[in-house]
Structures are given as structure tokens and as C-alpha cells.
């Protein structure tokens, strides 16, 4: 069938997060925003797709708006394979990293739902998963500045949440140390995302004091994120290392591989060019014993994509869950953690279909809608 409408949507909703709110990118985040794709084809199905995101949604949009959208309406919405090239060729002088893979992400996360929708599967089934019910999630805490007591209470009540698995977004021993807690007490396996805070001469400072601290993972210690080399001179001190967030697909995984620079792999759906692009990734990282560990600080259609992604085809899956309270969502419960764990989608494609009313009610704006015919 044929895309005939293209549809770009940005919600605000109020968060909690456990602590004062920061600024991201040099903005005030003190609303979760998600930028939401909606697809339509000539036969009257819709799907759902997200893009990133954060303080990019309006560089995102834009070029979902003005040269994406045109591009796929008139298109064979089940011709994803091929869309995806043609597409990503037309953009690529654009940028290969950026708003532009990142706006086609939210796309093509839409094409997968119209395709699980059209065969009546959910996309794990399409990509030859077994079912599964849920999946075991980490709480993703949000950076406190380095305020300890910060990150003690909120550790304890990711803990106290069922959460095993905890990520910090700060920059001391100090945090780890207090995130642990004290010798002896059960307390959830610590991750650490310094978000390419160190050039490697610090980051290598800063790995061999958290050596013996038995961190399940460093994320992204090295700035530029680009430096694959330099990233790789921190293996020498046993930390596992991921990263991948920021990397510019397969081929950007492919040097991070070659150089010797990860442990665990972290692309993200919203970002790397939608599920087909993370489908060769996973391919790629599962050739060379590489672990995957998505990317997934979302909460709506992408965040659920992560979810049919990880069921079908991670080995040990763990699925990243910001640590934070909404005040609604229009795609809960299936970007909710209970105990610790997410719950997968039953239903034909993404298998959540947002609550129209709560789509009304956070709308930031009015939605963009390009049909077929009226395209510029």
C-alpha cells in the first residue's frame, strides 16, 4: 500500500526526576518532549514511529517536514529495505549522523509497525523472536550534579523499585562508592555514563580508580565519542566499556569493533536510522562477541521498538528506563518498569497505540501533516 500522509507531532509532559531539574543542551529540560512520526497509507492504516529528540526536535522535525516526509509519500509503505537506501542516499551530502538519520529513525520505526500491523504479528514475532512477557530494565538515573545525597536516596529507591541494574550520570568515584553503599549490603549492580566527559589522558586517570569498584559497565568515558583509538586505551584497566549512542551506524560500529574500543555495543533505534539499521548492528556485534545493550532514554514508540528489538534478538537483553515519573503517557503501560522489568507487546506491530485523548492534552503544538499531492 501507499504512504499518503506524514505527520509530525511534539509532546510536552511534566517529569519528576528525583532532583532538580538540569538543562540539556543549554535549555531548561523541565518537560519530557518526544517528537512522534504518524504514517498513513491508502488504505486508512497508521503507524507510530519516534525520533530524536531532547533539545534536537526542532532541527528533527524540520527535516522530517521539509525533505523526509516528500520523499516517502506515493511510497510502498512494506518497501523498507529499499526506501531506507534511496532515502538515506538522497540526505546523505546532509549529514550521516544527525537530524536527518534521526528524523528517517522515527520513519522507519513506522514503517515496521504498518508492517506488523498489515500481517498481524508484533514485530518480534516478524523478526523471529519466541514470546516473551517482559524484560529485565535498569533504572537510568539522571545527572544530580554530583549531589551524593541525590544519589543515594534516588539509588535506594530504584532498589527499593525492584531495579537491580542501575545507571548513574555523574562524574566521581565519590557516586559509585555512595551508589554501592556500604560493604556488604545488597544493593543493584552500578553502571557509570560520564556522557564523553574525559580527554583519554583523564579518562585513563579516571578508569584506574574505578578499577577495583566492580562497575558492570563505563559508558562513553572519552571525548570526542569519535575517538575509537583512545576510547581503546582504556580497556587495559578491566572496566567493560560500552558506547554507541552517538555512533553514525554500522559502518560507525564497525570502527569502534576494529579498534578494539567496546565491550557492549549501545546503538539506538530513534537515532542509527530506525530497527533495520539496528538489526546489522546486532548482526555485526554478534560476529565479533560483542554484547548489545540499546540506547533507549524514551518513552514513547522507540522506546517500544527497543522493546520488540531486545525480545527477538538480544542475548541477555537489559533495557534502559529513565529514571523518572510522568505525569501521564499516552503509550503507557508499555513504557512503564514493574519490578524492575518491562512488559512486551502482544498486539500487531508496535502493539501500542497511543490514548488519543492524552496525545490532545500534551500536543506542544500543532501537528505538521503532508499529504500526498500537496508535498512541496
Not at 511510497?75 to 534521526?102: C, K, M, P
Not at 509497525?113 to 533504572?139: M, N
Not at 550534579?145 to 541525590?150: E, I, P, V, W, Y
Not at 538489526?279 to 560476529?287: F, G, S, W
Amino acid at each position: 500500500m501507499t504512504i499518503t500522509a506524514v505527520e509530525t507531532r511534539v509532546l510536552a509532559v511534566p517529569f519528576d526526576m528525583g532532583g532538580p531539574h538540569p538543562t540539556f543542551a543549554g535549555q531548561a529540560w523541565d518537560l519530557m518532549e518526544m517528537l512522534l512520526v504518524r504514517l498513513e497509507t491508502d488504505d486508512g492504516r497508521v503507524g507510530w514511529g519516534e525520533a530524536f529528540g531532547h533539545a534536537a526536535i526542532p532541527a528533527t522535525r524540520a527535516a522530517i517536514d521539509t525533505v523526509l516526509a516528500p520523499l516517502v509519500l506515493g511510497r510502498d509503505e512494506g518497501d523498507i529495505a529499499n526506501l531506507t537506501r534511496q532515502v538515506l542516499h538522497s540526505t546523505h551530502l546532509l549529514g550521516r549522523n544527525g537530524s536527518f538519520v534521526y528524523g528517517f529513525s522515527g520513519i522507519e520505526i513506522a514503517l515496521w509497525d504498518l508492517l506488523g500491523k498489515r500481517a498481524g504479528q508484533p514485530i518480534w514475532q516478524l523478526l523471529g523472536g519466541s514470546r516473551r512477557e517482559s524484560l529485565d530494565a535498569y533504572a537510568s538515573l539522571l545527572s544530580y550534579g554530583g549531589d551524593l545525597d541525590l544519589v543515594r536516596k534516588n539509588t535506594a529507591a530504584a532498589c527499593a523499585a525492584g531495579y537491580r541494574h542501575i545507571k548513574l550520570h555523574e562524574l566521581t568515584r565519590e557516586a559509585v562508592l555512595v551508589a554501592q553503599g556500604p560493604p556488604g549490603a545488597e544493593q543493584a549492580r552500578i553502571m557509570l555514563d560520564v556522557n564523553c566527559a574525559w580527554s583519554p589522558p583523564v579518562a585513563r586517570e579516571m578508569a584506574a580508580s574505578l578499577a577495583g569498584d566492580g562497575l558492570f559497565w563505563l559508558e562513553e568515558p572519552v571525548w570526542p565519542p569519535e575517538d575509537a583509538h583512545g576510547l581503546a586505551s582504556l580497556r587495559r584497566h578491566g572496566i567493560p566499556l560500552s558506547a554507541g549512542e552517538n555512533t553514525a551506524g554500522l559502518f560507525g560500529f564497525k570502527t569502534l569493533i576494529e579498534a578494539g574500543a567496546i565491550d557492549i555495543a549501545q546503538p539506538s533505534v530513534t537515532k542509527v536510522g530506525g530497527i533495520g539499521e539496528m538489526l546489522r548492528v546486532i548482526d555485526l556485534c554478534e560476529a565479533h562477541g560483542v554484547e548489545v545493550a540499546p540506547h533507549s532514554p524514551y518513552f514513547g514508540p522507540g522506546l517500544v521498538a527497543t522493546l520488540h528489538i531486545a525480545a527477538a534478538r538480544i542475548e541477555r537483553p537489559l533495557v534502559e528506563v529513565l529514571w523518572l515519573e510522568m505525569e501521564a503517557n499516552p503509550f503507557d503501560p508499555w513504557t512503564r518498569a514493574e519490578n524492575g522489568r518491562m512488559r512486551i507487546p502482544q498486539g500487531p506491530g508496535l502493539g501500542a497505540e497511543p490514548d488519543p485523548a492524552l496525545l490532545e492534552r500534551y500536543t506542544k503544538d500543532a501537528p505538521t501533516r503532508l499529504t500526498l499531492g500537496a508535498a512541496p
